[in-house]
């Protein structure tokens, strides 16, 4: 089955700019996931998107923002851009278990969308 | 607050030795532990997790609770083993907290 896609695999921004990122997930998972990745800060999770509703959230400011659609597809934005948003950012998708269930956690990585800010 | 530490940046084996990365990790709750590899120019993707008590690649990774740590380990390291290795605790919403990873180098 194919894998987590995500578009654009690379961007060049300027500072103040905003932009939008796009993560399809495997087929039939509900959970979307977003990181940076960062050679200083290493893998930050930013927000977890289940069923179209925000989960969970990472300590990153309001200029990071996610939505994720019915067909579980999801966009993250970042607005008003600054040269440290430069980052790898991931998006990987799961079953996403509810509630207490752990049964389906593990996640699935795309391959990034490499942002540059200049 | 959640805290991982792996505290080798670069660990370098000869092939046929054993491997140990270690990872500490401070979580309230409790988590579930992950450790997710990343080989060169390949996805992030997941390595083993302690739930399922399995032996992947023949590593295998212990929870001690008493010292909140979930060492991976392999009794004899292969030169495909040479990747980027993260540590991760994770909650029920698919919510990681990846360590800043440890780069084994396996040397022929």
């Known amino acids: 089955k194919a894998g987590v896609t995500q578009t654009p695999r690379y961007l060049i921004k300027t500072r103040g700019q905003q932009v939008t990122l796009s993560c399809s997930p495997i087929s039939g998972h509900r959970s979307v996931s977003w990181y940076q990745q960062t050679p200083g800060q290493g893998l930050q999770f930013l927000f977890e998107y289940f069923s179209e509703t925000q989960r969970n959230k990472g300590n990153f400011p309001g200029r990071f923002s996610g939505r994720q659609f019915s067909n579980s597809r999801s966009e993250m934005n970042v607005s008003t851009l600054e040269l440290g948003d430069s980052a790898l950012y991931l998006c990987?998708?799961?079953?996403?278990?509810?509630?207490?269930?752990?049964?389906?956690?593990?996640?699935?990585f795309g391959q990034g969308t490499r942002l540059t800010v200049v | 607050a959640q805290r991982v530490t792996q505290p080798e940046k670069l660990l370098s084996v000869f092939k046929g030795a054993p491997v140990e990365l270690k990872c500490n990790y401070s979580y309230s709750g409790s988590p579930e532990l992950f450790w997710y590899v990343q080989y060169s120019r390949q996805r992030l993707q997941l390595l083993l997790r302690h739930i399922s008590r399995e032996s992947i690649k023949g590593f295998t990774a212990d929870l001690n609770k008493g010292e909140t740590s979930f060492h991976l380990k392999k009794p004899f390291a292969q030169e495909e083993d040479s990747a980027m290795y993260y540590c991760?605790?994770?909650?029920?919403?698919?919510?990681?907290?990846f360590g800043s990873g440890t780069k084994l180098n396996v040397k022929p």
């Open positions: 991760a605790p994770g909650d029920n919403f698919n919510k990681f907290y």
């Open positions: 990987a998708s799961s079953l996403g278990g509810v509630g207490g269930s752990r049964l389906n956690t593990e996640a699935f």
